[in-house]
């Protein structure tokens, strides 16, 4: 989990109890799996019995730093990043201790000391200490200077860089964390430190999880993995972390669990001895789905995901306890079609569904040579010619599931 580390850092944090901290951008009102990498290196930290401060950029959040962008982005108004940093603190109390002990997790946010330095105090008082060649010697200023970075952004590692200082002289915050992306934003922390008190801080970073594929860790085609259930459901969440590769399970169960080195070894060759089992994705979709959304929602998320291999009344059962949302998600891209509920309520004859008000098949000649071939399903649960659909068959009492085969779904609407 460690990118860079600072020289003698090692030793401090082995030798002493210490307090140390990590930013989070409230650009949004959930953190994402993301920003998982932090969290954990924070669990982590606490676990040995250091004293973790969360700094929430309620100031730095309407400025923007430019690490790892390729441009500016839209800044915040004050009230959205208020109601941003509300969500955000619920959300990191599900991993972090909060019980006002020794080493209890401290949430700050720097708006408040922020808030009162007016600007000629900020660049007489911090700026006179940090040389321009120092700041733009930056990578992340660096690589945006042919395209243009405003004056806004490239004076973000200065506000970071006083972010430690403050938390430094009031809170004895000796170390800096945080993603690969923010070493120079934490250097410069060190160096006011050293220059405007003579003292001497820390700084470690995590690598950026990048997935096996070269893609951007955390992402889908449909955006982000939030933390957030009204964000990215419990079943879509649980759904990333059982579909990952082999090769990114093995490197996302060394980060994202508690599990003892001797207990994740085990576990990766036991994986690698039956490969068709998938153990590195299962145990790391329960234990992360557990851990953000709680023991219910995995046992229903994994419940859903297998309703694909469920056959007959099982089947049946198990698709008529889904929600209207998590069936649309199981079924995401599955072709639809509308019709009245009156035609069901009177009683529809399966060749009408698969023909006339779906046109999930061509005609009834088709229809009827499918079900002749038993390879036609309604709800899971193979039809015969006989076969009535009454609103009894309906799951979530408007939709009707058709299927031909192991792999062709359709859907009906009844509305």
């Known amino acids: 989990m460690i990118h860079d580390i600072m020289p003698k850092t090692e030793e401090l944090v082995n030798d002493n109890k210490i307090s140390g901290y990590i930013g989070f951008d409230p650009t949004s009102d959930s953190l994402h799996i993301g920003s998982l990498v932090q969290i954990m290196t924070l669990v982590l930290f606490q676990k040995h019995g250091h004293k973790p401060y969360i700094l929430v950029g309620g100031a730095t959040g309407m400025v923007g730093d430019p690490s790892g962008k390729s441009k500016e982005r839209n800044l915040l108004d004050e009230k959205e990043l208020n109601k941003n940093i509300t969500a955000i603190q619920k959300q990191l109390s599900k991993f972090l201790v ?9 949430i700050v946010n720097n708006n408040d000391w922020f808030k009162n330095f007016n600007f000629l105090d900020f660049i007489r008082d911090v700026g006179k200490h940090i040389t ?5 010697s930056k990578d992340s200023v660096k690589k ?13 590692q200065l506000v970071q860089g006083y972010d430690f200082y403050w938390l430094f002289k009031n809170h004895n915050c000796l170390l800096q964390l945080g993603g690969s992306d923010q070493w120079g934003n934490i250097v410069t922390g060190t160096e006011l ?3 405007i008190d003579g003292g001497s801080a820390y700084a470690i970073t995590t690598p950026l999880v990048q997935k096996a594929d070269g ?5 889908t085609e449909s955006g982000n993995i939030w933390l957030d259930p009204k964000k990215t459901s419990p079943y879509k969440f649980y759904q990333y972390w059982i579909n990952s590769s082999d090769s990114d399970a093995e490197n996302y169960i060394k980060i994202f669990t508690l599990f003892s080195k001797e207990k994740i070894e085990d576990l990766i060759t036991e994986h690698k001895t039956n490969p068709g089992f998938r153990i590195l994705q299962n145990t790391l979709a329960k234990y992360i789905t557990t851990m ?11 419940e859903a995901s297998s309703i694909l291999f469920k056959k007959g009344n099982d089947a049946v059962i198990a698709l008529k306890s889904l929600s209207k949302d998590v069936f649309l998600e199981i079924f995401e891209g599955v072709p639809q079609a509308e019709i009245n509920k009156d035609s069901v309520s009177k009683g529809m004859p399966i060749i009408n569904a698969l023909v006339e008000s779906s046109g999930f098949l061509k ?12 390879s ?8 015969d010619l006989d076969t009535i659909i009454t609103n009894d068959d309906l799951i979530d009492d408007k939709y009707l599931l058709l299927q031909r085969g192991k792999k062709n779904y359709f859907i009906i609407l009844v509305s």
């Open 376 to 383: 036609i399903s309604l709800n899971k649960a193979k039809v």
């Open 193 to 195: 430190i050293r220059r």
């Open 363 to 374: 005609s009834n000649g088709e229809a009827r040579r499918a079900i002749g071939e038993n």
């Open 144 to 156: 945006r200077l042919e395209n243009g970075i405003s004056f806004t952004e490239f004076s973000y």
């Open 98 to 106: 909060f019980d006002n002990s020794k080493n209890s997790a401290v």
């Open 215 to 219: 893609k951007k860790f955390g992402k």
């Open 132 to 136: 321009v060649n120092y700041m733009m």
């Open 292 to 302: 953000i959304h709680g023991e219910d929602q995995y046992l229903a998320a994994k």
